[in-house]
């Protein structure tokens, strides 16, 4: 069974930076298409970045401030995210994209300050 771990979030002025690791057990990431999500209180989860064969896409509302990339050889997705926003905060999973992967992590906790 695959298990996710996500980590690097933290409490961040706005306009800081962060950069988030997803890591698995259980198997190589690298036979999926990778999504960073997001959960705020309240709302749904909503995919932010993903990284496939040659190709990233984001959301529109984190275009242009956030990086999806993975390290194959590290078994590892990161999200570099810069110039965050108090809008940005929530808990950041990762899974597979479309989220194929039964076992969802804890996520990683990513709080932006005004």
């Known amino acids: 069974q695959v298990q996710l771990v996500e980590s690097g979030g933290g409490l961040v002025q706005a306009g800081g930076s962060l950069r988030l690791s997803c890591g698995a057990s259980?198997?190589?990431?690298?036979?999926?298409?990778m999504g960073w999500y997001r959960q705020a209180p309240g709302k749904s989860r909503e995919l932010v970045a993903d990284?496939?064969?040659?190709?990233?896409n984001y959301a529109e509302s984190v275009k242009g401030r956030f990086t999806i990339s993975r390290d194959n050889a590290k078994n590892t997705v990161y999200l570099q995210m810069n110039s965050l926003k108090p809008e940005d905060t929530a808990n950041y999973y990762c899974?597979?994209?479309?989220?194929?992967?039964?076992?969802w992590g804890q996520g990683t906790q990513v709080t932006v300050s005004s």
């Open positions: 990284i496939a064969e040659g190709s990233t």
């Open positions: 899974n597979s994209r479309p989220p194929t992967i039964r076992s």
């Open positions: 259980g198997s190589m990431l690298s036979i999926y298409s």
